[in-house]
């Protein structure tokens, strides 16, 4: 099976559109303007849809919904762990962590599927 580009650009943009509507809507913050940054910003998202691909494919996800499962659990497993096991070591969970992870959640839900439903 081949890669298809159009679902990783496609999930890529769709990282970078939330990315500009929940910072300034949700965190009360914007994101730093500049080609390189943007540029970088890009480049971070296409590296999360083509590992989050590899997963979806590896579990055989085929559709929007099992993508997004996939997806959901890529969250659980590293993001959610991660902030329990922060809060485990004493460090308080401030409101932006919180918020930066939720997004996460949001971002890996969607990409997922898309990528699950884009083969």
Same mark, same amino acid.
């Given at each position: @099976?081949?890669?298809?580009?159009?679902?990783?650009?496609?999930?890529?943009?769709?990282?970078?559109?939330?990315?500009?509507?929940?910072?300034?809507? /949700?965190?009360?913050?914007? /994101?730093?303007?500049?080609?390189? /940054?943007?540029? @970088?910003?890009?480049?971070?998202?296409?590296?999360?849809?083509?590992?989050?691909?590899?997963?979806?494919?590896?579990?055989?996800?085929?559709?929007?919904?099992?993508?997004?499962?996939?997806? /959901?659990?890529?969250?659980?497993?590293?993001?959610?762990?991660? @902030?329990?096991?922060?809060?485990?070591?004493?460090?308080?969970?401030?409101?932006?962590?919180?918020?930066?992870?939720?997004?996460?959640?949001?971002?890996?839900?969607? @990409?997922?599927?898309?990528?699950?439903?884009?083969?």
């Amino acid at each position: @099976m081949g890669i298809n580009f159009w679902a990783i650009i496609t999930a890529s943009f769709l990282g970078i559109a939330i990315d500009y509507a929940w910072y300034p809507l /949700i965190a009360g913050r914007r /994101i730093k303007s500049g080609n390189q /940054i943007k540029a @970088m910003i890009f480049i971070t998202f296409l590296v999360m849809a083509f590992v989050l691909r590899y997963f979806v494919i590896a579990l055989g996800s085929y559709s929007f919904a099992s993508g997004a499962k996939v997806g /959901i659990l890529i969250w659980i497993g590293f993001v959610l762990v991660e @902030m329990f096991r922060q809060k485990l070591l004493g460090k308080k969970l401030e409101k932006e962590q919180i918020l930066e992870n939720t997004r996460y959640l949001l971002v890996l839900f969607l @990409m997922g599927g898309i990528l699950g439903e884009w083969q």
